[in-house]
């Protein structure tokens, strides 16, 4: 498979479904991220949580510091000069079974399914990758809930344009459904 091919998402509705979940803190990403490093390979900060001891105990302590506007404890790990996690070794994360939770909560799709891009030169292999994904819109609902993200992220734009991309894509998906057109039911009427 070229670096420019098509890369399937999922279908979308299942991928929303399942993503709205991570965002309750009520579970983790899977996503297909094959031999793609592009998040780790991007200058991102990672916040590591006081109660993920496992993950602390495999991060020199040397790499972290305080997360600024959190309670003590929780720490940020920061990237190598090239804008690399210091975890990833020879191309793979080196504690992958002990990532952070941020690392195991991240998606990249969101930015698919919001059509936002992330700004900046270091975040272009997150763009380039994002480009790519394609979800799968069997069905009428996949691609009115699709639209209905979108139309928000755009609305979300206007209005907060302080707002991070990431915080857009983020809340679009949870706001989404106020933007699904809704067929009235018979019986309501």
């Given amino acids: 498979m070229s670096e420019s091919s098509p890369v399937d998402a999922g279908r979308f509705s299942a991928w929303l479904d399942a993503i709205q979940e991570v965002i309750r803190d009520e579970g983790t990403s899977d996503v297909p991220c094959g031999s793609c490093t592009a998040c780790c390979t991007s200058s991102q900060f990672i916040h590591i949580a006081p109660d993920e001891e496992e993950t602390l105990a495999r991060v020199p302590r040397a790499l972290l510091f305080p997360a600024p506007r959190l309670p003590a404890g929780h720490v940020l790990m920061g990237y190598d000069r090239h804008g690399h996690c210091p975890m990833l070794v020879d191309g793979a ?53 699709l639209e209905a993200v979108r139309t928000a992220a755009a609305l979300l734009g206007d209005l907060e344009p302080e707002r991070s991309v990431t915080d857009r894509s983020l809340a679009a998906i949870g706001i989404h459904d106020r933007f699904l057109s809704r067929t009235p039911d018979p019986d309501e009427a």
């Fill in 93 to 145: 994360c080196s504690i992958y079974e002990h990532r952070p939770r941020t690392c195991r909560t991240y998606d990249c799709r969101v930015f698919a399914a919001s059509g936002l891009a992330l700004e900046g030169p270091e975040k272009s292999a997150i763009n380039e990758r994002v480009s790519r994904w394609r979800f799968q819109l069997p069905e009428e609902s996949d691609r009115a809930r």
